[in-house]
């Protein structure tokens, strides 16, 4: 502890901004089994099975009433794994997307992760944030270097708040794939890096970057 | 880690605080214990900038860090509600901007010498509010136990022996807590007890005047 004082923990506290950068693309559930199997042939944890997930996210809003329309609500998501009840909970927020020109390959956001402990529900509550929607996604994950695959089914859950198996019901007959990385702000050679990887996944599986403000 | 007490030693009419935390040191010395850096434990506070309707309290949140925890950020509601996160945390409370904002001239630490001894931490500070004196602050932890009600005999007889009648009874927030297995989040509270305590002490001396 020598030496712990303000500018110990400042050190701590001022970590560069980090950006999450992104590619989406969906499988339908029949042809899974095989983007799997190449999965595991290009990732690094190839020789072990693929690492499952089981994972519960409720996304919590928060509104004010100031007059900018970019700035009327925010969003947090807090995560949990379901499979390993001890792991702390895990807030997310994730910034104003930037999909950017043609010459940039990913959807780039700012990401701020931070793990906490498990009465984060009732914190938000607290401060005033709403639940807004919640779902249960479960599924596979690989990682590339820093690229990080995530193979995942979403499932909707009946009875709000219970994650029972019985009261899962699945969304879509497919299953959502996502690469990211999150790095420091500023590595944009990150895209093209993302981008040669989603080429080898063709044409199992296209992986796009999705302007989510244009959803219909 | 292990169960923590935290009083506000009190200042006697005519001494200084510095001359006061220096008495108490040498009293610490002379028990045994040696000296094992500082320590310091700061309390930021934010408000909430949302009004729904005029009559609404406006909602605070205080933000703690603890440098015996120095990865860890300590969030507490109004109602006394911890939340223990990453120091990333911090960050995030910026990102709520819009919604919460730091009050100025607010922040409150407590800084001082840490002592080790044998099984026991001790730490003797004086707390602050933006930079001005408000008190003194000793703490003292049993790094052995986790549950309060099996070590306060223990823990009040050293503590007696450096500050007196002060620590006659557990911390008032330890003491509806002592059969519960001790977390970091109660020492925080404690300290954010105190800060309260020094902030209310403050603003009606300034009313008195």
Known sequence: ?216 | MGVTCVYSYPVPDGKSGQAVVEILQRQIELLGALRSGHFCVDCDTFQSILQTSINVQPKTVYILHNSEQPASCFAITDTSLCLTADTLFDGLMHQLKNYYQQRKNAKMEAKGQRYELGDFILKVGSASLAGSFKGIIVEVEYCPCMVAVDCWGLMKELLQSVVGSVADQPPPILKNRQDELYSPSITVSQYLDIFNNFRKLSATNQIGR
Do not use: W
């Not at chain 1, 401060?127 to 979403?154: C, P």
């Open chain 1, 1 to 216: 502890m020598e030496g712990a004082g303000t500018s110990y923990s400042n050190a701590f506290r001022f970590v560069a901004p980090l950006q999450e950068h992104l590619l989406q693309g969906s499988i339908l559930d029949a042809h899974c089994e095989v983007l799997l199997h190449r999965l595991r042939g290009l990732c690094d944890n190839a020789d072990t099975t693929p690492e499952t997930f089981s994972d519960y996210e409720a996304v919590y809003q928060l509104k004010n009433n100031l007059a900018t329309p970019a700035s009327q609500y925010i969003l947090l998501r807090v995560r949990q794994a379901l499979d390993h009840p001890e792991a702390p909970h895990h807030i997310r927020y994730l910034g104003q997307a930037e999909v950017g020109d043609k010459s940039r390959h990913t959807l780039v956001r700012a990401c701020f992760d931070v793990a906490c402990s498990s009465n984060v529900r009732d914190f938000l509550n607290e401060l005033g944030f709403k639940l807004d929607h919640e779902y249960v996604a479960r599924g596979y994950f690989f990682h590339k270097g820093r690229m990080k695959v995530m193979v995942s089914k979403i499932y909707r859950m009946q009875q709000p708040g219970k994650t029972d198996q019985n009261t899962l019901e699945p969304i879509t007959q497919s299953h959502m794939v996502e690469l990211s990385v999150v790095a420091p702000m500023g590595q944009d050679s990150i895209g093209e890096e993302m981008k040669n990887f989603a080429e080898q996944l063709k044409p199992l599986v296209v992986l796009e970057k999705f302007d989510h403000k244009r959803l219909p």
